[in-house]
């Protein structure tokens, strides 16, 4: 039996499993997992699970995994899980995702994709990539990229996103990396058209 303590000092609940990791259908999650493209789960490193963020995952480090991106404050779980409800009461726009740690069943990156409806080109849709977070610890072994490729695949889906392009805003020292996920400098942001 494996104890996961909780990271936050103001969380008072903890987990304990039999396997190393939860799966999917022990889960409240945001999304169908269904819904992330098969072959980025494929490529995935051996040593980590990629799904939609859980109801649950204030306690698996989400806030610390942020914190690598920018001031991530604890709000408290509450408040977390007030906000995350509040997401997903805005149906088929919000597409959040973490990487989980299998070993420790700790979250070690995140990402979210949220699909913009417009009125023009034809009532198209755009997906806007936000809050990229790798562990330090982790970087390195194609996390981002398998992240950025899946929310790039949920925002080009027909089923979900539909977008004609991906956009996001990243800091001049990140532009070599969002090359190598297939983005291009544009303007002044990063897109990639489906
Ligand atoms: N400069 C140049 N190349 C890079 C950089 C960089 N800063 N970061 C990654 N790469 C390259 C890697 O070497 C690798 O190249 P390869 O295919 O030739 O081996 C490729 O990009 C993929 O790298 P990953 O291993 O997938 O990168 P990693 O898992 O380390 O994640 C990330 C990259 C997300 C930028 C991570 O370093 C991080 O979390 N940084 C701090 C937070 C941050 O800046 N997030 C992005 C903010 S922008 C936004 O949120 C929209």
């Not at 001049?172 to 990396?177: K, Q, R, S, V």
């Not at 002044?188 to 058209?193: D, F, I, R, V």
Request: hydrophobic letters at 35%.
């Amino acid at each position: 039996t494996t104890t996961i303590t909780p990271v936050s000092s103001s969380s008072s609940m903890s987990f304990s499993s039999s396997s190393s990791f939860t799966p999917n259908n022990k889960l409240d999650l945001f999304f169908s997992p269904d819904l992330i493209p098969a072959q980025v789960i494929a490529e995935l490193h051996p040593s980590v699970h990629l799904r939609p963020l859980s109801s649950t995952d204030y306690h698996r480090g989400h806030l610390s995994v942020l914190s690598v991106l920018t001031h991530a404050p604890d709000p408290g779980y509450s408040a977390w899980l007030k906000q995350y409800e509040a997401m997903r009461s805005s149906p088929n726009t919000y597409y959040p995702i973490v990487i989980i740690s299998k070993e420790t069943d700790r979250i070690v990156g995140a990402g979210t994709v949220i699909v913009e409806r417009k009125f023009l080109r034809g009532l198209g849709r755009v997906g806007h990539i936000e809050d990229i977070a790798v562990d330090k610890r982790e970087q390195g072994k194609k996390l981002g990229l398998r992240i950025i490729q899946a929310l790039t695949g949920l925002s080009e889906s027909r089923d979900i996103g539909g977008c004609y392009k991906t956009i996001l805003d990243c800091s001049d020292e990140n532009i070599p990396f969002y090359e190598k996920c297939g983005f291009e400098k544009k303007e002044n942001e990063m897109a990639k058209y489906a």
